[in-house]
């Protein structure tokens, strides 16, 4: 479940300097999953478009973006914590739109219900693309959610290298926020 997309939108809704709504970007294939389609869609996610994106910011919404894309929710429980390659579309509509990136570091999230592995054929069966092995029900494990500086990139969107180098700036910046969330919190639970 995409825990860590909620619990971002719940902080940024119930900041005290400013509390406002957020929309999570959903993988396309969250909708189609029973249950959690529904509640992805109660929690105000929208699947991960650009021009979904692109509408949201400019009725000045707070977009929520998963850079590592399906690559970091399906990665199984002995990669937690390792960010998976991230895209680069993001950075090139920060870039065109000039918004803002704040780099969100979350722990915590990838002990709640952890993916020991992946049934492959099961998830090509049905269309997904994955289908893992866990629990049940979310484990109570310590979340902790680590804000960071806005990051402002301007530039040439047509030029990918440049690009690039960009996002490594804001996977950089994501990790050392998760290494600060994990050396803060005490135990798992």
């Given at each position: 479940?995409?825990?860590?997309?909620?619990?971002?939108?719940?902080?940024?809704?119930?900041?005290?300097d400013g509390p406002r709504a957020a929309r999570a970007m959903a993988e396309r294939f969250f909708p189609t999953v029973p249950f959690i389609g529904n509640l992805i869609n109660q929690v105000g996610a929208v699947i991960g478009d650009p021009i979904n994106c692109i509408k949201m910011l400019q009725n000045e919404e707070i977009v929520i973006v998963f850079p590592e894309g399906v690559?970091?929710?399906?990665?199984?429980?002995?990669?937690?914590?390792?960010?998976?390659r991230f895209g680069n579309g993001f950075m090139h509509i920060a870039m065109t739109h000039q918004t803002p990136i704040i780099p969100v570091?979350?722990?915590?999230?990838?002990?709640?219900?952890?993916?020991?592995?992946?049934?492959?054929?099961?998830?090509?069966?049905?269309?997904?693309?994955?289908?893992?092995?866990?629990?049940?029900?979310?484990?109570?494990?310590?979340v902790f959610l680590n804000f960071g500086k806005p990051m402002m990139f301007e530039g040439d969107i047509d030029n990918e290298e440049s690009v690039t180098k960009k996002v490594r700036e804001v996977k950089?910046?994501?990790?050392?926020?998760?290494?600060?969330?994990?050396s803060e919190r005490k135990g798992v639970f």
């Open positions: 479940l995409p825990m860590d997309g909620v619990l971002i939108g719940i902080a940024i809704a119930t900041n005290p690559r970091g929710s399906g990665k199984l429980y002995k990669k937690r914590y390792q960010l998976q570091g979350v722990v915590g999230c990838e002990e709640t219900m952890p993916s020991l592995a992946d049934i492959k054929p099961l998830a090509k069966l049905i269309g997904v693309p994955y289908v893992p092995v866990t629990i049940p029900f979310p484990l109570p494990a310590k950089a910046a994501i990790r050392k926020l998760i290494e600060k969330g994990l």
